[in-house]
């Protein structure tokens, strides 16, 4: 509650009591409509880690079967992807969780495949086992779902079945592993209560649902999206470089929220951040904590001390040459670029060509004031030319003009 992670329960109070009695089995769903998870699952698996260092057991979902149909969408239908398609995604996702989860102990992490019960389910056990339950005037009332029929392109029976689905999986769980608690973003309360009333009329169980917000910007603007496009997990669809700056560039306004949401750190931790920040914010010490805490969640520790490295060579004069290939390739990949030819491209060449002069008049008169600098050093020869022993890992050059304006040279 304190972190801000509870939008909705069904009771709150009964949840309360039965983790009080003991540890609880719960589950949360994923399915691979995409090749990686994004910043909206990692609120998921935050809240799964949390339960788990409570105490209680949990269940990943992989909906290899709900991932062939789609979640309905506010808007537009789903691409319908091919089964081996879908596997192989479950694949990768099914390995990004393993690494937030404990699977050992006695409260050790289970991963599951809803692909395992449903593969084999027909339409007559879906109809009779399931849909019977099922009031057609609630699961037209249910948010997405009448949004999608009062628009143009309505909603397909695919897609309209998906409650069912995910219905028909808590009661799974319920029955194979006493899982009594589902939890899901706050967009899904629809179909996370779907499964408790399936399992209060089949059943006659009591079980629960805890829903968490969906987290924007202090603004009230969506939260989630970096130049390139959403924030995936995978380091390969978004480099850690890329990751780490995304966090380093959140607002004041919001880093006690995103501390409090994305981060482990204690109360008394958070509390001593904030305040530092308020008393320094031109340091942006806040920033600094969520980016290394965030990124060391998502990526290791390793990663992480090579994107600061990175961070401090390019803008505090840390060493460029210490860097590897990959994360100095990624730290410079949204920086102006202009090609290297050795032994012919000089910086003037390099200014004018990227575009941070705007012509070679203009360049030259910035290296003759001293304003012109090749990996961190100024350059006193307006005919210098680059070498060999100029090159950074990754057959890069980094030029700047002035203190803050920077470009990259990349060898032809």
């Not at 949990?58 to 992807?81: C, F, W, Y």
């Not at 169980?205 to 202090?218: D, R, Y």
């Amino acid at each position: 509650m304190w972190r801000g992670l509870i939008s909705q329960s069904t009771d709150l109070d009964a949840l309360r009591e039965a983790m009080d009695a003991g540890p609880i089995t719960f589950y949360t769903g994923y399915d691979p409509t995409a090749p990686s998870l994004h910043h909206g699952h990692l609120v998921q698996l935050i809240v799964m880690r949390h339960l788990q260092l409570a105490g209680h057991r949990p269940l990943a979902l992989v909906g290899g079967a709900t991932g062939l149909i789609g979640d309905p969408r506010q808007s537009g239908e789903r691409t319908l992807n091919e089964a081996d398609v879908v596997a192989d995604w479950a694949d990768k996702l099914r390995a990004q969780i393993e690494r937030f989860l404990s699977f050992e102990g006695d409260n050790a992490a289970r991963m599951v495949n809803n692909y395992e019960w449903t593969g084999d389910l027909t339409a007559i056990d879906l109809l009779r086992g399931v849909g019977k339950y099922f009031r057609l005037g609630t699961m037209i009332a249910k948010d997405t779902v009448a949004r999608r029929l009062a628009s143009e392109e309505g909603i397909s029976f695919t897609e309209f079945s998906y409650q069912l689905l995910q219905a028909n999986d808590f009661r799974e769980l319920y029955k194979r592993y006493g899982c009594t608690l589902q939890t899901g973003g706050n967009d899904q309360w629809g179909n996370l209560v779907g499964g408790t009333e399936l399992i209060r009329k089949s059943e006659g169980a009591s079980v629960h649902v805890l829903a968490t917000p969906l987290i924007t910007k202090a603004d009230g603007t969506k939260f989630g999206k970096s130049e390139g496009g959403a924030i995936w997990l995978n380091p390969e669809m978004l480099s850690p470089y890329a990751f780490y700056q995304f966090w380093l560039n959140s607002d004041d306004a919001d880093i006690e929220r995103f501390l409090k949401v994305f981060t482990f750190l204690s109360r008394e931790e958070i509390e001593t951040v904030v305040a530092q920040s308020k008393e320094e914010p031109w340091k942006r010490l806040g920033q600094r904590r969520l980016a290394e805490e965030v990124t060391t969640l998502v990526h290791g520790e390793e990663a992480t001390k090579k994107v600061i490295a990175a961070s401090e060579a390019l803008f505090s004069g840390g060493d460029l040459s210490a860097l590897d290939a990959q994360t100095l390739i990624d730290a410079t990949s949204s920086l102006p670029r202009a090609e290297v030819e050795l032994g012919v491209t000089t910086v003037i060449d390099l200014l004018a060509d990227s575009g941070l002069e705007k012509g070679r008049g203009a360049a030259r008169r910035t290296v003759a004031s001293g304003g012109a600098y090749l990996n961190g050093v100024k350059v006193e020869d307006e005919e210098q030319t680059i070498s060999e022993s100029d090159l950074l890992p990754g057959n890069l050059v980094l030029f700047r003009k002035g203190r803050k304006n920077l470009g990259v040279g990349v060898v032809k």
